[in-house]
Structure formats: structure tokens, C-alpha cells
């Protein structure tokens, strides 16, 4: 079972709280479910704009939330578990549909718009094939898309 380091259980990916907060970053922030979580930030999500798509391009956790729940599942079950919550998240937990209305410029898109998953609407061949990259070095997660780069 995933688990923040706060001890919020995380039983699976439809607990992330979703933030869209860093719209002129094209980053979707996943957040702890526990409001009063010391960390909050468990990881990111960056798509970039093509025309009117939103393209998935790195979705990772932060190291913290890794390590932690290295030290309690074993470090290969962790990256798997983890790998696959990510996989969740930007297939089925995001409304690229609504992402795609926020970015549009003119959009009423408040500053903070709190990510709806009661939509499934996701448009999964705006996330093309995703390859996994385990970076065990440096505790992270890591997904990309097609033409996903590392940054740093
Ligand atoms: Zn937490």
C-alpha cells in the first residue's frame, strides 16, 4: 500500500488530490489527500500544447514520497506501484478535455482550478506511448511521453 510520509494511505490513484495550478508551466501538481500534509507536493504531471492537444510529457513523483515508500515496500515494488499510479493518473484521472479548455487563450480558467476526476474522459492518444524510466539513483519516478526530455 502507497503511503505519504505524513501517514496518509494512498490505496489507489483516485486519492491523489489533482492541482492545476501552474498553467503557464503546463504542470499539474499531485497532492497529497491529507490537507494538512507537511509535504503536499507528491509530484508533477507536464503535458506541452500542439495546436488545440494537450501532450502528455513527464509525470513523476518526488523523491521524499519515493524514498519513504521504498523504505517500507522494497524498492522495486515501489517503482513498479508507482509507475503504475502515475500511468493512472495521466490516462485516467486527468480531463485532458478540460485541461485543453483551461489552456485556451480568453478562457475564464481561474488561477486555481481544482482538476474534476469525475470525468474519465481522458483522450488517451493524446499521451502516446509512454516508456518508463526508473531512476533509482535519485529516488525518483519517472513517465514520458513520446518525445519526453530530461530536464533538470
Ligand atoms: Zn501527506
Known amino acids: 500500500m502507497v503511503e505519504c510520509p505524513c501517514g496518509t494511505k ?14 503557464e508551466l503546463f504542470e ?14 507528491l ?8 495546436g488545440e492537444e494537450a501532450m502528455f510529457r513527464e509525470a513523476s513523483f518526488y523523491p521524499p ?7 517500507q515496500m522494497g524498492k522495486d515494488a515501489a517503482q513498479r506501484v508507482l509507475k503504475e499510479h502515475l500511468r493512472d493518473i495521466v490516462t485516467k484521472r486527468i480531463s485532458w478535455r478540460e485541461i485543453v479548455q ?11 482550478q481544482e482538476i ?5 474522459t481522458t483522450k488517451v492518444d493524446a499521451v502516446g506511448d509512454l516508456r518508463s524510466v526508473g531512476n ?12 519526453g526530455r530530461r530536464r533538470h
Open 10 to 23: 494512498i490505496e489507489n490513484p483516485s486519492k491523489y488530490s489533482l492541482l492545476f495550478l501552474k498553467k
Open 136 to 147: 533509482l539513483r535519485s529516488n525518483t519516478v519517472l513517465w514520458y511521453g513520446v518525445d
Open 65 to 71: 514520497f519515493v524514498t519513504w515508500n521504498a523504505t
Open 28 to 41: 499539474i501538481d499531485i497532492l497529497c489527500p491529507n490537507e494538512t500534509c507537511y509535504l503536499r507536493e
Open 43 to 50: 509530484g508533477y504531471i507536464r503535458f506541452h500544447m500542439s
Open 116 to 120: 474534476s476526476t469525475r470525468f474519465a
Open 102 to 112: 483551461t489552456m485556451k487563450p480568453g478562457s475564464s480558467g481561474a488561477e486555481v
